[in-house]
């Protein structure tokens, strides 16, 4: 424990950021509890990675990644000044937070949604205010906007519900609320819809988006930011000089430059999606419909801990919210088929278990 003293009171009194578990190496689990994608990365990826030539380690990477930004643009029909890359996308939310919370002010996301945002709140002496879901996980544009937030964080796809918000709905909050509009789209590639184009038109939007998830990079931390160049121009001032390092800067250039190997993840991943929330209901499990690459489910009876304990004594790891509103719940990613198989079946064992006895 550090003296008292040392530490800011702020760091000192508050929990840090809880990631999922991550398995000893060699350890044989079915790992379906941090939304990583079931399937390896573009061969380009791996391609790009040995044609690193040690000089480009020897020197400083490119500060602003421009290889990346000009790929990146060509995607969503921008100027490569309008983007930002970061060290994984929660990178992008940590130079956000710095750039347009100040000390004092808040933060507002609809509840339940990523845990990372009262974390990135607290570190800039903000407040974090949580605004329950309308019914239906509808966007509380309202009591949104009463909040006097100096931010709005919206995770689209949201985790860990897998619900989504349509752009449309975006749009009208962006209109009516003075403060950022941070559309965090780390899931949305799985969703196919995206925020970016709303940045043409309104000042106050930011998209994050991520390639931990829809291109297969989590262990590469990789991530970027669309708004307009301006606003880019003011994030760039607070980033670290060299956030994205060289081999990852070539790796995830090659990655976004493979749609057509990205998108194929994709589709198989909402079809894994759909047969999963089919065997999961036929268990009597409570799927709330998901665009992300993973569900949340009730599970029968309403002991979510025992289900996950279950599970994991089966070597089969998903993720458990000891939180109101959430503990009668499992967030599932959307694995192999095979590996969604597993899940299923150690399932079955439980529940013929629980019903045998
Ligand atoms: C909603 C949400 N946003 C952002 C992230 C961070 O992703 P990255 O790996 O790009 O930092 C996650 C990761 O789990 C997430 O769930």
């Not at 349509?166 to 780390?186: C, H, P, Q, S, Y």
Request: hydrophobic letters at 40%.
């Amino acid at each position: 424990m550090a003296p008292s003293n040392l530490v800011r009171t702020t760091v000192r009194t508050m929990s840090g950021y809880a990631p999922g578990e991550q398995p000893a190496p060699g350890e044989r689990v079915v790992k379906l509890n941090t939304n990583e994608n079931p399937y390896p990365p573009s061969p380009r990826v791996m391609e790009a990675i040995q044609a690193v030539d040690v000089e480009m380690l020897r020197r400083y990477p490119h500060p602003l990644a421009d290889r990346f930004r000009e790929s990146c643009a060509r995607l969503w029909s921008v100027e490569a000044n309008q983007i930002i890359a970061g060290n994984g996308s929660d990178d992008i939310l940590t130079i956000a937070t710095r750039t347009f919370v100040p000390p004092g002010g808040s933060i507002a996301s609809p509840d339940p949604s990523y845990s990372l945002y009262p974390v990135l709140a607290r570190l800039e002496d903000a407040r974090h205010v949580g605004v329950p879901w309308l019914d239906g996980f509808g966007l509380p544009i309202e009591a949104l906007i009463a909040t006097r937030a100096s931010a709005i964080y919206l995770a689209n796809p949201n985790a860990p519900t897998g619900t989504v918000v349509e752009i449309a709905e975006i749009a009208k909050l962006a209109r009516a609320f003075a403060g950022l509009v941070l559309v965090d789209e780390a899931y949305g590639d799985f969703w196919g819809q995206s925020a970016v184009p709303l940045v043409k038109d309104f000042a106050n939007v930011v998209v994050s988006r991520s390639l931990s998830k829809g291109y297969a990079l989590a262990g590469l931390r990789f991530g970027y930011g669309v708004a307009q160049s301006g606003v880019i121009d003011e994030m760039m001032k607070v980033k670290d000089s060299y956030n994205c390092d060289a081999i990852s800067i070539v790796a995830a250039t090659a990655a976004i430059e493979d749609q057509a190997h990205a998108s194929r993840g994709w589709e198989n991943v909402r079809l894994e999606r759909e047969r999963m929330t089919h065997h999961l209901s036929e268990l009597g499990f409570k799927v709330i419909p998901s665009q992300a690459n993973f569900v949340l489910a009730t599970v029968p009876g309403g002991d979510g801990r025992r289900f996950y304990e279950g599970l994991r004594r089966q070597g089969i790891l998903v993720r458990y919210f000891d939180k109101p509103g959430l503990s009668d719940k499992l967030r599932i990613t959307v694995g192999t088929g095979q590996e969604n198989d597993a899940l299923i079946a150690g399932l079955l064992t439980m529940i013929e278990k629980q019903q045998a006895a």
